[in-house]
Nanobody, 125 residues
Framework: VQLGESGGGLVQAGNSLRLSCAASGEPISTYTMVWFRQTPGKEREFIAGITWNGGLVDYADAVRDRFTISRDNAKSMVYLQMNSLRPEDTAAYYC???????????????????WGQGTQVTVSS
């Protein structure tokens, strides 16, 4: 399955962006889907995740109450609504999936099998 992110850009602090992750090649309806982000010289950081049916979502403390993850299995899409953006949210954002049916949301990059190419989000102060 191939993943492709879109929706990144340059925004001022306090504004919002909605990232999209489009999957192709096979359905994603049984996969846990996540968003990570990465800045140069740093490890890839877990941001948000959602289980196959949306029954469980999880967020990093840094984005809880500001970001919302959602999915549309019929469209093979995953979204990340980002509100109240801050300069420290500046990063490349990646979506990823785990190719096994699980009911948890692991937070380590090595727990995921397929990754998109990333979309850059830059928040100016």
């Amino acid at each position: 399955v191939q993943l492709g992110e879109s929706g990144g850009g340059l925004v001022q602090a306090g504004n919002s962006l909605r990232l999209s992750c489009a999957a192709s090649g096979e359905p994603i309806s049984t996969y846990t889907m996540v968003w990570f982000r990465q800045t140069p010289g740093k490890e890839r950081e877990f941001i948000a995740g959602i289980t196959w049916n949306g029954g469980l979502v999880d967020y990093a403390d840094a984005v809880r109450d500001r970001f919302t993850i959602s999915r549309d299995n019929a469209k093979s899409m995953v979204y990340l609504q980002m509100n109240s953006l801050r300069p420290e949210d500046t990063a490349a954002y990646y979506c990823a999936l785990r190719r096994t049916l699980i009911t948890t949301i692991p937070r380590m990059p090595n727990d995921y099998d397929n990754w998109g190419q990333g979309t850059q989000v830059t928040v100016s102060s």
